[in-house]
């Protein structure tokens, strides 16, 4: 066994032409545009609605846990398991046939994801004809448990032509020591512009904030997104995963008074957290349903509260997450089921919505794959009527 | 503070001759030893017999390689022939290298990794030598194995671990050993590097597919300055260079606005460093 004389300690600051862990130190800047190679049909000319869809697509790993997740260990998939993977993702694309698309936690290089192009892949395998892609985690090694190279983000697909592609920086974590902040993520907000023809642009924002912080940064990142969608000028939709729940309460009102969440909205001892995930980097922060209340107040979400509505009987059917996977039990032997909302369509207030839904399974819009074996998000979808 | 140190290092040199050239053919005479904090520990057991072993990581990785002169004269030829252990070592390294496979019977699987080699060399002038060498390293399991390449950026850790994690790694290459007066000796290597493909992934005993390929080829360069130091030692400094498939890709913008995604292979440059004390 041989050992170069290597000092391994300076490597990392001295090696060259590509950085180890991105600082993505930009605030606002353009990013690049894709375009499908396969011909896909036109879309409609001058739509007055445009079918919309968000989905966290868990890096096409489907229903394989890692081992972040505490149900199993994984760190990396087979080509053919992310294959198998992103071509049931396309095919549920394809069958809701969205005009514009919004995923997050796609990758365009990752180890763990067999170094597939996901962006590519969606454009040459649905009807979706130019995409852009922000990375919000881009890695050359992340040494935990060996993850490797990574590059994952948000990405914007659409049927019309992006015209603009951009990302914009979201506040980083305050709460984690300086070698776990260099190789941690990074969030940022994708977002596109999108002609639609007959001199009508519309702007589409791609979201996904924290999920682990301690520190408030989770909710920063809500108020940014606010403030963004607020001082937005065109038609826009912002969609996808928020990490949060839906304002049906103030987890900050006392029991026994009415913003109290108590028998309204579970907030904690979800059925897929496991035990052994407290106490760890992982552990499930307290959620704070207040925070998402803007949105609720000044924009048109997909499903309104009243639809939402009170309790986990009404609530389960817009549940979009859940870390365990039906064909695995936590630790009652409870088989995992969707059991939260964190994913969100909204637009502004003057536009309108028809046909709303969280596709769980298969059934609505003619869907036939399977949605809760395919990420541990659910898609949210909806016809976005532009007046 | 260290210009002053190095100079009182390097003026207390008795300087008859340069300092050999490493990692050459030469297999030096009965009780010749080497040392170095990241090069192997190597002692010549008999004329023309040397045993090496790299210290640093032995009690982790047991290893042991063997030098035998083949023939002597103004070209040399010398076979190698090793074996290692690296198991232990690679179970450390779980958690941030390896999974920790927390919920699952996975491991990295006990192998053992035998070597052999050969080398040339040929003198230049009074001091300077050419080598060329070919080796080769494969893996033998002994068991069930559920560690994947690394696929890091660190050129000297996925080369130390190809046999092990690929199956196999075999190189060709060729070294220039310039004596500069008697203080200095400068030293290029270049070498081509063939490791195994990256095989499937192993879950709990099972294949679920293979491992997205990556080039099983990997080009490294070597430049370096030894500078003698005390009566036989010698501090190297240098950098490497190793260029190969690593997954990067990188975005190539058309002429029409629109980018492409392609592949590319990386250069990495890493910085050596050693102290060599030697006796013969």
Redesign the interface.
């Known amino acids: ?8 300690a ?2 990392a600051t ?5 950085w ?1 862990a991105d600082p993505m130190k930009y605030t606002r800047e353009d990013v ?4 499908a190679k396969a011909e896909h049909p036109a879309p409609p000319e001058n739509p007055a609605a445009l079918k919309v869809m968000a989905w966290n697509v868990k890096y096409g790993a489907c229903r394989v ?1 890692f ?1 972040f997740d ?12 992310v294959e198998d993977c992103l071509s049931k993702i396309a095919a549920l694309v394809r069958e809701y046939d969205p005009d514009v698309l919004i995923t997050e936690e796609i990758e ?2 990752s ?1 763990r994801s ?4 996901m ?2 892949y969606l454009l040459e395998n649905t009807n979706l004809r ?1 995409a852009m892609y922000a990375a919000t985690w881009e890695s ?2 992340v ?4 993850v ?2 990574i ?1 994952l983000g948000n990405a914007i697909h659409s049927r019309y032509p992006i015209t603009k592609a951009e990302r914009i920086r979201q506040a980083d974590r305050t709460d984690q020591d300086v070698l776990t902040a260099t190789f941690y993520l990074h969030r940022g907000i994708a977002r596109a512009e999108v002609d639609i023809g007959n001199g009508r642009t519309v702007a589409i924002y791609g979201v996904h904030t924290e999920a682990y912080d301690q520190d408030g940064t989770k909710q920063k990142q809500i108020v940014q997104l606010h403030e963004l969608a607020q001082a937005e000028t065109l038609p826009w939709l912002m969609g996808g995963d928020f990490n949060e729940l839906p304002p049906v309460c103030d987890e900050r009102a006392d029991a026994g008074t009415p913003e109290s969440c108590a028998g309204k909205l579970r907030l904690t001892e979800f059925l897929d957290e496991r035990a052994s995930s407290k106490g760890t980097e992982f552990a499930q922060p307290p959620y704070t349903p207040s925070v998402m209340k803007r949105f609720y107040d000044d924009f048109n979400p997909s499903i309104t509260l009243a639809r939402y509505g009170v309790g986990e009987a009404a609530q389960q059917r817009y549940f979009t997450h859940s870390v365990l996977g039906p064909d695995s039990k936590n630790d009652e032997m409870v088989p995992g089921n969707w059991n939260r909302t964190l994913d969100y369509l909204f637009i502004r207030r003057s536009d309108g919505w028809r046909d709303t839904d969280v596709i769980q399974g298969p059934g609505p819009f003619g869907v036939t794959q399977d949605a809760i074996r395919l990420s541990d998000h659910a898609p949210v979808v909806g016809t976005w009527e532009l007046r | 503070m260290k210009p002053a140190l190095l100079t009182v290092l390097v003026s207390s040199l008795a300087l008859a001759a340069p300092r050999p050239a490493r990692d050459t053919a030469d297999v030096g005479k009965q009780w010749d030893y080497s040392v ?5 520990l190597r002692l010549a057991i008999v004329d023309g017999v040397e045993l090496e ?2 210290p ?2 032995f009690f982790v ?1 047991p ?1 042991v ?1 063997s030098r035998f002169r083949i023939l002597g004269g103004p070209v040399r030829l010398t076979a190698e022939a ?1 074996l ?1 252990l ?1 198991t232990l070592a690679m179970r450390l390294m779980k ?10 019977t ?1 491991d990295v699987g006990w192998m053992l ?1 035998p070597r052999v080699g050969a080398l040339v060399s040929g003198t230049v002038l009074e001091h300077s030598v050419w080598t060329a060498r070919a080796d080769a390293a494969f893996r033998v399991p002994l068991g069930r194995n559920s560690a ?1 390449p ?5 050129a ?2 996925d ?2 671990l190809a046999a092990p994690l690929t199956g196999f790694c075999t190189r060709v290459g060729g070294a220039y050993d310039q004596a500069l007066g008697e203080t200095f000796r400068l030293r290029g290597e270049a070498n081509l590097f063939v490791t195994g493909p990256q095989g ?2 192993t ?1 709990n005993g099972a ?7 990556l080039s099983q080829l990997i080009v490294t360069a ?1 430049l370096g300055l030894d500078i003698a130091v005390f009566k036989q030692s010698r501090l ?1 400094v ?1 950098v ?1 260079w190793a260029n190969y498939d ?4 990188a ?1 190539v ?1 058309g002429a ?6 392609v ?1 590319v292979r ?9 102290f060599i004390w030697a006796g013969y």
């Open positions: 066994m041989r050992l170069r004389p290597v000092v391994l300076l490597a001295l090696t060259a032409c590509e180890i690049p545009r894709f375009k846990d081992w505490f149900w199993g260990d994984r760190t990396q998939l087979s080509t053919t398991e365009v290089g180890k067999a170094y597939v192009d962006v590519r130019y050359r090694y040494p935990s448990e060996g490797g190279r590059n | 170095g904090i990241f090069n192997p072993a790299n640093l990581v990785a290893n390689n090793g290692s690296p958690g941030f290298f390896f999974p920790s496979w927390e919920t699952s996975n990794v994947a690394l696929n890091s950026f660190l000297p850790l080369l130390l499937n992934l879950v294949s679920v597919g293979p491992i997205a390929p070597h190297t240098g490497l690593q997954g990067q890709s975005v913008k029409d606005g629109f980018s492409d995604r592949r990386s250069n990495n440059f890493l910085p050596t460093l050693d």
